[in-house]
């Protein structure tokens, strides 16, 4: 039997809340499948790897979270146009969205950080950045966002289900003072270490590209050949879409705030917050076209999966001993 839309409304069914859902759902499937996949890469991949990868890998984790944990709880609601679940599990995706969204941001401000040691100190770099003390400060990163930002789930606050789109929300306006304090947290240093370190690395480029000289020949061929690495570049990227996702979000709340102008456009309002989420994709894409490393890593992967004879000679490729590859 065919519907048309007078038959979809008869029957109670919204076709704008089918497509809402729609997208939700394949937003939902794309950033778990993407990020698994990423997850899976690194983890799979035996062969020499830099220190920025077991960022990468953070990043990764937390945007599956947020593909499994968050996105799936909105398709639903975006059809029948109401929260139907417990104010619980609406508290708690609150919690999860600033958590997962402030452990991001950390993250990013560490991967400008590594960047900046890189250029800083060429020479000294591979002391001074280990995986052990990468790890370190990524285990602390999860532990410090987690704790900072649970006192409204410990029900200082309620929790606001934003109907236009389809998310929970934690009401951070009855804790002005906790708001503050935690924005001046994640956002100070992060910004201030992204703008800093990223201007210096931009410098150095600047520096080299018009001959400059620099009297340290050893410093000189280390710089330049650090430079070079296309991570430097694909971490700017990763870093401006994030905050190109997610600003114009910002900017609206901020000038809601001040005007107490609200925008009634619900579509407006919907693609405002999922264009923040589809950040959580985006990665894949970024990595796929500006990291080698990370294309021999799939490659690894993939050939590993369809074929492991086909997998120990791609590991003979890139220097691996065979032996070790399948341990």
């Known amino acids: 039997m065919r519907l048309d ?19 939700i759902t394949i ?27 077991n960022y990468l890998l953070s990043l990764a984790v937390a945007d599956l979270l947020c593909g499994l944990l968050i996105v799936p709880f909105s398709i639903y609601p975006a059809i029948a146009g109401d929260w139907i679940y417990s104010d619980i599990l609406c508290r708690f995706t609150g919690y999860l969205e600033v958590t997962l969204w402030s452990i991001s941001v950390y993250t990013f401000m560490w991967i400008s950080v590594d960047r900046y040691l890189a250029v800083r100190k060429p020479l000294r770099y591979e ?3 280990t995986k052990t003390r990468c790890q370190c400060w990524m285990a602390f990163t999860w532990i410090s966002a987690g ?9 200082y606050s309620v929790p606001l289900y ?14 002005a003072a906790y708001s503050v304090t935690l924005g001046i947290l994640v956002l100070g240093p992060s910004i201030i270490s992204i703008v800093h370190n990223y201007g210096y690395i931009l410098s ?9 000289p620099i009297h340290d020949k050893e410093y000189a061929t280390a710089l330049a050949e650090n430079l070079a690495n296309p991570s ?8 401006f879409a994030f905050w190109a996702s997610w600003l114009p979000l910002i900017f609206v709340r901020i000038y809601q705030g001040i005007t107490g102008y609200v925008i009634q456009n619900s579509m407006v309002n919907f693609g405002l917050v999922w264009i923040g989420v589809l950040n959580s994709f985006w ?3 970024i990595m796929t076209s500006m990291s080698p490393e990370f294309r021999i890593a799939l490659r690894v992967f993939c050939l590993t999966i369809c074929c492991k004879t086909k997998g120990r000679l791609q590991a003979e490729l890139i220097g691996l001993d065979p032996d070790d590859w399948s341990r």
């Open 5 to 23: 839309l007078g038959s979809l409304q008869l029957y109670g069914i919204n076709l704008e809340a089918l497509t809402k859902g729609a997208i």
């Open 27 to 53: 937003l939902a499937i794309a950033i778990v499948l993407s990020n698994l996949l990423i997850i899976a890469t690194y983890v799979n991949f035996k062969g020499p790897s830099e220190i920025i990868n």
């Open 127 to 129: 002391t001074v950045q």
């Open 147 to 155: 704790l900072l930002c649970c006192p409204p789930l410990l029900g």
């Open 162 to 175: 934003n109907k236009e789109a389809y998310v929970c929300m934690l009401d951070w306006g009855n804790m």
């Open 204 to 212: 150095m480029m600047r520096r080299l590209k018009s001959g400059e």
């Open 232 to 239: 430097h570049m694909m971490s700017f990227v990763l870093v």
């Open 283 to 285: 990665k894949i894409v």
